[in-house]
C-alpha cells in the first residue's frame, strides 16, 4: 500500500478520537504559534494537519491566511467539511512533503505536529528540509513537534524517529536558530501518554 492510500485507510476507517494523535485542541501548538506569530495576517502553513482542530482554533484567534497540507486527501476534505461555513478561505494542498516541491519564498510560519518523525530515510528528511527552506520566509518561524528521546517507536504500525533539541536542529541545520524548545506529554484517547519534544526556530537566511 502506498503511503497516501494508507494515511486515507487511516482517515476513512476510524473515527476523528480513534486514533492515538488525537487531542481536542492543539494547545501547546496554539501556545507557541502566538508567541512567535504575532502578526494575524502572516502566511501559516500546517504540515501533516491531519484532521486536527488547529485551523478552526487558529481562524478563531484572527489568523486569516492558513494553508494545510496532507499526504491524505480524505483528511483534508474531511477538515474542510468540519470547518464549513467559517467565512475564511483556507489552502489546501494535498502531497507528500518529501516528493512534492512546495511554493518559494511564502511562509511566515510553518508547523508541523508528528509528520517529521515519520521521516526514517535520510533522504526524506533531507526533502522536507529543502522544502522548508525554500518556503519559509526569511525570519520566518518553523514549529516542529516529533515524539522526544522518550516517546513511542512506532505511531499507526510505522516506525518513528525521536528527537531532542539538538538532534532535531542539526537536522534542520544552521540556517535555523534554535529559539526555543518544550518537552510536551500527550494524552492519547487511550489513556496512554506519549512524549513529544516542541522545538521552535527563526530561519535565519535568503
Ligand atoms: C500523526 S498524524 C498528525 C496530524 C495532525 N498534525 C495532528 O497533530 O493532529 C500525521 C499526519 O501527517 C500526514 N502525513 C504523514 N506523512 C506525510 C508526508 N510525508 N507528507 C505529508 N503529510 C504526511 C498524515 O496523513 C497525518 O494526517
Given at each position: 500500500?502506498?503511503?497516501s492510500?494508507?494515511?486515507?485507510?487511516?482517515?476513512?476507517?476510524?473515527?476523528?478520537?480513534?486514533?492515538?494523535?488525537?487531542?481536542?485542541?492543539?494547545?501547546?501548538s496554539?501556545?507557541?504559534?502566538?508567541?512567535?506569530?504575532?502578526?494575524?495576517?502572516?502566511?501559516?502553513?500546517?504540515?501533516?494537519?491531519?484532521?486536527?482542530?488547529?485551523?478552526?482554533?487558529?481562524?478563531?484567534?484572527?489568523?486569516?491566511?492558513?494553508?494545510?497540507?496532507?499526504?491524505?486527501?480524505?483528511?483534508?476534505?474531511?477538515?474542510?467539511?468540519?470547518?464549513?461555513?467559517?467565512?475564511?478561505?483556507?489552502?489546501?494542498?494535498?502531497?507528500?512533503?518529501s516528493?512534492?516541491?512546495?511554493?518559494?519564498?511564502?511562509?511566515?510560519?510553518?508547523?508541523?505536529?508528528?509528520?517529521?518523525?515519520?521521516?526514517?530515510?535520510?533522504?526524506?528528511?533531507?526533502?522536507?528540509?529543502?522544502?522548508?527552506?525554500?518556503?519559509?520566509?526569511?525570519?520566518?518561524?518553523?514549529?516542529?513537534?516529533?515524539?522526544?528521546?522518550?516517546?513511542?517507536?512506532?505511531?499507526?504500525?510505522?516506525?518513528?524517529?525521536?528527537?531532542?533539541?539538538?538532534?532535531l536542529?542539526?537536522?534542520?541545520?544552521?540556517?535555523?536558530?534554535?529559539?526555543?524548545?518544550?518537552?510536551?506529554?500527550?494524552?492519547?484517547?487511550?489513556?496512554?501518554?506519549?512524549?513529544?519534544?516542541?522545538?521552535?526556530?527563526?530561519?535565519?537566511?535568503?
Open positions: 500500500m502506498n503511503k492510500d494508507f494515511w486515507n485507510n487511516v482517515y476513512k476507517s476510524k473515527d476523528i478520537d480513534a486514533v492515538s494523535w488525537y487531542a481536542d485542541r492543539l494547545d501547546t496554539l501556545e507557541l504559534i502566538e508567541k512567535n506569530c504575532v502578526q494575524k495576517e502572516n502566511t501559516i502553513i500546517d504540515i501533516g494537519s491531519g484532521r486536527s482542530s488547529l485551523a478552526y482554533d487558529l481562524y478563531n484567534l484572527g489568523y486569516n491566511n492558513l494553508t494545510l497540507l496532507d499526504i491524505s486527501e480524505e483528511a483534508i476534505s474531511q477538515t474542510l467539511n468540519r470547518l464549513g461555513k467559517l467565512p475564511v478561505s483556507i489552502k489546501t494542498i494535498i502531497g507528500n512533503i516528493k512534492i516541491t512546495t511554493q518559494e519564498n511564502l511562509y511566515g510560519l510553518w508547523h508541523d505536529r508528528a509528520v517529521f518523525h515519520f521521516l526514517t530515510e535520510e533522504s526524506q528528511r533531507n526533502k522536507y528540509v529543502q522544502n522548508l527552506k525554500r518556503s519559509l520566509k526569511k525570519n520566518g518561524i518553523a514549529i516542529i513537534a516529533t515524539f522526544g528521546p522518550d516517546g513511542p517507536d512506532k505511531c499507526s504500525g510505522l516506525n518513528t524517529m525521536k528527537y531532542d533539541k539538538t538532534t536542529h542539526a537536522e534542520l541545520g544552521d540556517d535555523f536558530q534554535i529559539l526555543g524548545s518544550k518537552i510536551d506529554y500527550h494524552q492519547t484517547p487511550f489513556n496512554t501518554s506519549q512524549q513529544f519534544i516542541y522545538c521552535w526556530f527563526k530561519f535565519k537566511i535568503k
